[in-house]
């Protein structure tokens, strides 16, 4: 059972930006996709990103390409987002996922998912 552990988010203005931590704990991160997913007040969970268990195949959110980045470093078996020019439609809960069936990209029907972390931004 992968039990993920997210960190850094919080309270930003508009315009600023936070990097969001998501560290794996069972010992197979290098095997599997892993990925970012919110959920603002009032709506569906929505794709952020994900990225391949060796990092060479990323997707993105096309309504977020350009301002998000996501990363992993396996010695670490920590995946980040970093999020640039932030709005406040930005405001959700962000969710960290892991696919241990996958090593390319996140099924929602199979991720593992973090507890989530508020991401507020202030205009």
């Known amino acids: 059972q992968v039990q993920l552990l997210e960190s850094g988010g919080g309270l930003v203005q508009a315009g600023g930006s936070l990097r969001l931590s998501c560290e794996a704990s069972?010992?197979?991160?290098?095997?599997?996709?892993m990925g970012w997913f919110r959920q603002a007040p009032g709506k569906e969970r929505e794709f952020v990103a994900s990225?391949?268990?060796?990092?060479?195949?990323?997707l993105y959110s096309d309504s977020l390409k350009g301002r998000f980045t996501i990363s992993r470093n396996s010695g670490q078996s920590t995946v980040y987002l970093q999020m640039n020019s932030l709005k406040p439609e930005d405001t959700a809960v962000y969710y960290c996922?892991?696919?241990?069936?996958?090593?390319?990209?996140?099924?929602?029907?199979?991720?593992?998912w973090g507890q989530g972390t508020q991401v507020t931004v202030s205009s």
């Open positions: 069972d010992g197979m991160f290098d095997s599997y996709a």
């Open positions: 990225v391949s268990w060796d990092g060479d195949y990323i």
């Open positions: 996922a892991a696919d241990p069936q996958s090593g390319l990209a996140v099924s929602t029907s199979r991720a593992h």
